[in-house]
């Protein structure tokens, strides 16, 4: 295999793949990933949430360097504005976990995104994740239109 066909194979694999409801993304429970009974230790939930997130953009052609260095304008990143989380069952060393991400809407400056995290056909953590795009100096930006595009049908999207 090429270098061009081995990156873009290693890339997907990292990435995840977009799918009909969004974005799928595998992940495996490291030792680092637990506490000391051999679960996953709670705030690292959030650590697979926004692998799923970030690769999602990614995938979508979202890329936090190109936000971060201006290339929209003015330098832009995404804030966490709200989080609700709903801990089903525990994840263990070793596992292989799914991360589904889907969009439920987007208006204004804000995106809010439904996620699972699975073992197998098992729930252990049902999230939705508010977000908001900031100028460099703390001020909301509009969600750009073209973005919008690639993460909902467009019925989706409202222009609150």
């Known amino acids: 295999?090429?270098?061009?066909?081995?990156?873009?194979?290693?890339?997907?694999?990292?990435?995840?793949?977009?799918?009909?409801?969004?974005?799928?993304?595998?992940?495996?429970?490291?030792?680092?990933?637990?506490?000391?009974?051999?679960?996953?230790?709670?705030?690292?939930?959030?650590?697979?949430?926004?692998?799923?997130?970030?690769?999602?953009?990614?995938?979508?052609?979202?890329?936090?360097?190109?936000?971060?260095?201006?290339?929209?304008?003015?330098?832009?990143?995404?804030?966490?504005r709200r989080m609700e989380i709903d801990f089903v069952a525990p994840a263990r060393i070793d596992d292989v976990l799914t991360v589904d991400t889907r969009t439920d809407s987007i208006s204004g400056a804000r995106i809010v995104m439904a996620q699972e995290l699975r073992r197998g056909d098992a729930i252990l953590v049902r999230a939705r994740v508010e977000a908001a795009i900031m100028s460099d100096k703390g001020k909301p930006r509009r969600f750009p239109k073209e973005w919008a595009a690639a993460f909902l049908p467009p019925a989706a999207v409202t222009d609150r």
């Open 1 to 80: 295999m090429n270098d061009d066909g081995e990156s873009a194979a290693v890339e997907a694999a990292l990435s995840g793949w977009l799918t009909s409801f969004g974005h799928r993304l595998k992940a495996r429970v490291y030792y680092a990933d637990t506490d000391f009974s051999g679960v996953v230790y709670h705030a690292r939930y959030l650590e697979f949430l926004e692998r799923g997130r970030s690769d999602f953009l990614r995938l979508v052609g979202v890329h936090h360097t190109e936000l971060a260095d201006g290339r929209h304008g003015e330098k832009i990143a995404w804030v966490v």
